[in-house]
């Protein structure tokens, strides 16, 4: 007997295998990653892989948290495990949009201007405190978060592959800042907290770090290259329609929540589905469950939504109303709606 196999049915298998070993690889690197950065941010496992499904995701993200508990440390943590370059920004109330983008410089010698990029080139930027600078400030991020690009005298310069913006802001402290709008908190991917560690964990920070910071001894366990990488493998990760319908319903049902005031951007409905996308890759599946949009919903809708003053008033928070609204919606494959 001749068993004929076709060249497209040999290809399709080859493609499969492919695809098989791409997503091993970056299940591997996402965990080489994410436990590197534990080895400095202790006890934040679960943050630290937010932010880096956000790396892979080519999001940005507003870290919004108390002084002291590692921000900076953990967006430097990230940078040095990847091998990228890390700059910092303080934003403070005199700060200028050419500080943040880079300023034309006349050289006598050739008798031209000479562009000096400023510190939103590179691959990993830290916008400490973001909310202490003006808007004319805040807004020089826009286009670079946006396009992945700076545009200065006229002259378009593409920011370094892989991008990211780490933004930090303290909530308590509300004297001499100025409030992201709407317009520029909707490009952030995710909003995060970090939160304080557990006692057990507080001790162990003290024996770590007591003498010595871990994070001098951290070395690179990827390249910008890999992650450019788990970007394209990231694209490629099915998504069924049941499962996008399930993106647009939770979306659209927090714009008819009668207790929301404003309700998540269509923005929303594509970050939630790229970082989904990223998280089935990362736990090694080539499609998208609805558990993955569960639990990406909070981090991704939380800032982008205001709940009326009544609601507030009856103690509503803004977690309370998606929940509400992920126990409101039919969850694909199954017959009836599942409370969160």
Same mark, same amino acid.
């Given at each position: 007997m001749v068993v004929i196999v076709s060249t497209s049915a040999k290809g399709l298998a080859l493609t499969q295998t492919a695809n098989s070993e791409s997503i091993d690889r970056f299940g591997d690197l996402f965990q080489k990653i994410t436990s590197n950065v534990e080895t400095v =941010? #202790?006890?934040?496992?679960?943050?630290?892989?937010? !932010?880096? +499904?956000?790396?892979?995701? *080519?999001? %940005?993200? +507003?870290? *919004? $948290?108390?002084?002291?508990?590692?921000?900076? #440390? /953990?967006?430097?943590s990230i940078a040095r495990s990847i091998h990228g370059i890390f700059h910092r920004i303080q934003f403070t109330p005199d700060l200028l949009p050419s500080d943040v983008t880079g300023i034309s410089v006349w050289d006598r010698d050739r008798r031209q201007f000479e562009f000096k990029p400023g510190p939103i080139f590179a691959n990993i930027v830290v916008g400490d405190e973001i909310n202490r600078a003006s808007p004319k400030t805040q807004s020089a991020l826009l286009e670079a978060m946006e396009e992945k690009q700076v545009t200065s005298d006229g002259v378009t310069r593409q920011v370094p592959l892989p991008f990211m913006v780490i933004a930090t802001q303290n909530p308590l402290e509300h004297e001499g800042t100025y409030p992201?709008? *709407?317009? #520029?908190? $909707?490009?952030? !991917?995710?909003?995060?907290? =970090?939160?304080?560690?557990?006692?057990?964990? *507080? /001790?162990? =920070? /003290?024996d770590t770090h007591g003498v010595r910071s871990t994070f001098l001894d951290l070395e690179p366990v990827a390249t910008t290259e890999d992650i450019q990488r788990m970007i394209d493998i990231?694209?490629?990760?099915?998504?069924?329609?049941?499962v996008r319908n399930y993106i647009v319903d939770l979306v659209e049902g927090t714009r008819l929540h009668p207790d929301v005031m404003l309700g998540a951007s269509p923005r929303s409905a594509l970050f939630l589905q790229r970082l989904a996308r990223a998280r089935a890759a990362s736990n090694?599946? $080539?499609?998208?469950?609805? $558990?993955?949009?569960?639990?990406?919903?909070?981090?991704?809708?939380? %800032?982008?939504?205001?709940?009326?003053?009544?609601?507030?008033?009856?103690?509503?928070s803004v977690t309370n109303l998606i929940n509400d609204v992920l126990s409101s919606i039919r969850v694909p494959g199954t017959t009836s709606r599942i409370a969160t």
């Open positions: =941010i #202790q006890g934040k496992r679960d943050v630290i892989e937010m !932010m880096v +499904l956000a790396l892979v995701s *080519e999001g %940005h993200v +507003l870290v *919004e $948290d108390v002084p002291g508990v590692g921000k900076t #440390q /953990l967006a430097k992201l709008p *709407e317009a #520029q908190l $909707d490009r952030f !991917m995710m909003r995060v907290v =970090i939160g304080y560690p557990s006692r057990e964990k *507080e /001790l162990e =920070i /003290l990231a694209r490629r990760i099915s998504v069924s329609q049941s090694g599946r $080539d499609y998208v469950m609805p $558990d993955d949009i569960k639990a990406l919903a909070n981090p991704v809708l939380e %800032h982008r939504m205001a709940t009326r003053p009544e609601a507030q008033m009856r103690g509503l």
